[in-house]
């Protein structure tokens, strides 16, 4: 067999940084965990024709075929997922008598897409989303709820700082409303160019394809601008002057959101509100967030979701929803790359066990279970090569200790960091805890 | 959207199920990880040539197309890998550079196979393996090691007993060649068919196909029906007279991997000697192993494995290997829904915080804070109903405590289970360990 080469847009990662992309899906299953969302997965694979909608995702689909099927069932009608909200929306519908609502969920899986390949943006990708979603009804509090969750979650992790940028589909629709534009989804879907095209160029396309006047393009521009860390965004869209129910209905939303996801000290997540954010997709109904990484401007954002009053529905009920996805693969595979993040060993062992011969693999063996009842990862050393050889093996690996057998069950446990070596009773020493475990080693630049 | 209904092959847990589920595979990645295993994953697909070659198994794989694409792109050459073995052999060989061998690794994921579903199998299952690799050479003390962190591993987990049935090939082979058989691998293809067809068939098929004389097929069922549960093999098969170099080396490997296995307590894990195990796959060169589990037989095996001396090869090194298999969904799956396994909640919350009205919110949300900050996981109550209401809520989800605010601070928390409520400190009250996490339920029939 040739010696085979990567595929392009389907990172694998070595052993060393699969410790940091575990570590990272174990802290954010944790917090999910203590907001008391439960953990599903779905299975890879949707029918076809629930994916493909006619929309632009469609041709990024990978539909499934059988090789060598016969009699013409070689095409199965499936494919495999694009995202997590679509099995999600159709795993509700399909076990909605079997859940409990309002229903709180995490779930931490890869999706995939054949799109072209570029840094932060691969053919299969985990992405983790948390969503609330209720039957028929879902209060505007769970907004609040799932939104702080995934700042906490992320507040956690050993990542560059992160800002949520949120804003509101009612806000944005109420002030458009209120200023008299016709076309309101035109005009969303324009002003949410702002970050690839000038704000000349955008005030233009309001007025060539949303069929506002000069005048209200200007407002709509400056309602985009607005973006401060606090609550203070309620003032500044009033001195616009644009009166309207659902733009009230908005702010109030919207500053609930800022102010529940500021409360409580950060690390380094900050909350903005940020009024240019709208979030293409057409189901959006209320909150929206975008997430950004510092210095990873590059990769837009890393994360995103909001309120969607319709995720699902089967003819006999609704079901409203409001969530939010973070990009495992898209934030930490350049932050691997750029060696931002690394572990402190590519094994889980803390402990080699040396070995004296082979005579004394028993004995070693021994030793290595008396660790590992302790709940010490340790591993005896292949073979009984001299003690400086063993020492490199296990310093290669990032392996802190090396235990010596001893006569009579004793033993010697070196440092090999410091070179300290000590007498210890193997029955009962462990290494102190931050050796237990790799560590994430987080080097900014 | 109409309901949709399950797909046939593609299982799907509900939350508590999902519950067991995780806390299974979490154990055994604790059980790996003690034994110095470290963690990979590899992408879903390989490019189809490696998968399909001509086998049994070809009409069975997932090919990717894409959908919609252009200009004779829609064949993507890829498709879904069919179990874990195979885009391990290729992880190895791309990155043999950069691993330090021995490599001991585990994976635990899905795999696809387009076969007819029935009870244990499956067209997406999730399968874990435990393998160590060498580069040119692997000392057989690993085949010992291999199976022993499996054997440890299930021993873990709440799941009815289980056996693991030894062999090793160099025995068999040293047998048959010893015996004076024509056509070795004839004669083992022959005599794997034992659990299918009578002993009688066998011994006939032994001289028809394989050309054995009938004295010689009376001597392979003699040797295929040996089957104790200690070094026992060895004497038995001695005292069928043949001799044979390869014959010893096997029945010394195998006695090793026995003993090996069996020292130690377990708690519902037992080894035997099984000389009858040969499995059909071609590329076992020493160990073999099938694994049972009690009151499943119908399942026949639920993991297996063995010795293999060229996992891959790149023209520069040979990578031999050892490794087993246990899977997760196949015995899982049936474990589920016959309702021995399950989980004492739905949820991971241990306390639903009770919400005295909607001003009360925020009140409420300090409080779970409080607890989530000393590692509790809690939720809110949805809305302000009566407490008999919130109580019954959190009764319905198995959540064991319902803690009430008080004035300034203060909280009183109900054991819904017994009805006991007792003034506590909300900064500093946690539930007894046991509540803290859902457990597992074994209901053995």
């Known amino acids: 067999m040739a010696r085979p080469t990567p595929l392009s847009g ?49 041709k990024e689909i990978y539909a499934l075929r059988r090789v060598q099927a016969g009699e013409g069932e070689g095409d199965s009608g499936l494919a495999l997922h694009f995202d997590l909200t679509v099995p999600f929306a159709r795993y509700v519908l399909e076990n909605a008598g079997k859940l409990d609502f309002p229903f709180r969920r995490y779930q931490i899986q890869p999706a995939w897409r054949g799109e072209r390949p570029q840094e932060g943006r691969y053919r299969q990708f985990t992405q983790a989303d948390v969503d609330i979603v209720g039957q028929d009804e879902l209060p505007f509090h769970h907004d609040v709820e799932v939104m702080r969750v995934m700042v906490d979650a992320l507040d956690a992790l050993p990542v560059p700082p992160l800002s949520f940028q949120f804003n509101n589909r009612k806000l944005i629709q109420g002030f458009y409303r209120g200023l008299g534009l016709p076309d309101l989804t035109a005009a969303i879907r324009t002003i949410d160019k702002l970050d690839k095209l000038p704000a000349d160029t955008v005030a233009e396309l309001l007025v060539s394809d949303a069929g506002a ?44 959101v800022v102010e529940g996801c500021s ?91 040396a070995l004296v011969d082979e005579e004394g693999r028993r004995a070693s063996n021994a030793l290595a279970d008396q ?18 050889k063993q020492i490199r093996y296990a310093e290669r690996r990032g392996i802190p200790y090396v235990l010596f057998p001893g006569p009579d069950g004793a033993a010697e446990v070196k440092d090999i960091r410091s070179g300290e070596q000590t007498a210890v009773d193997p029955a009962t020493w462990t290494p102190p805890a931050p050796d237990l475990k790799p560590t994430i080693k987080e080097q900014l630049s």
Chains 1, 2 share one sequence.
């Open 10 to 58: 389907f990172p694998e990662l070595l052993p060393a940084a699969r410790v940091v992309e575990r570590q990272v899906i174990d802290s954010l299953s944790r917090t999910f965990e203590l907001h008391g969302f439960a953990n599903i997965e779905t299975r890879a694979v949707e029918p076809l024709d629930r994916l493909a909608k006619g929309a632009e995702i469609d």
């Open 371 to 388: 660790l590992r009842a302790n709940g010490v990862p340790c591993e005896v050393a292949a073979s009984p090569q001299k003690f400086g």
């Open 213 to 256: 006047t000069a005048e209200q393009a200007a407002r709509c521009l400056e309602l985009a601008t607005i973006r401060v860390p606090d609550t203070s965004f309620v003032e500044q869209v009033r001195a616009l002057g644009v009166e309207d129910d659902l733009l009230d209905e908005g702010l109030a939303e919207l500053a609930a």
């Open 263 to 353: 409360a409580g000290t950060r690390r380094h997540v900050t909350v903005e509100a940020n009024l240019r954010i709208a979030r293409g997709l057409d189901y959006y109904t209320g909150t929206v967030v975008e997430i950004f990484m510092a210095g990873y401007e590059r990769l837009k954002s890393v994360g995103g979701g909001g309120r969607y009053d319709a995720l699902a529905s089967d003819g006999r009920a609704t079901y409203p929803g409001v969530g939010v996805s973070f990009g495992v693969s898209r934030s930490l595979i350049p932050l691997l790359a750029d060696g931002v993040l690394s572990a402190s060993r590519s094994v889980p062992s803390a402990v080699l066990v």
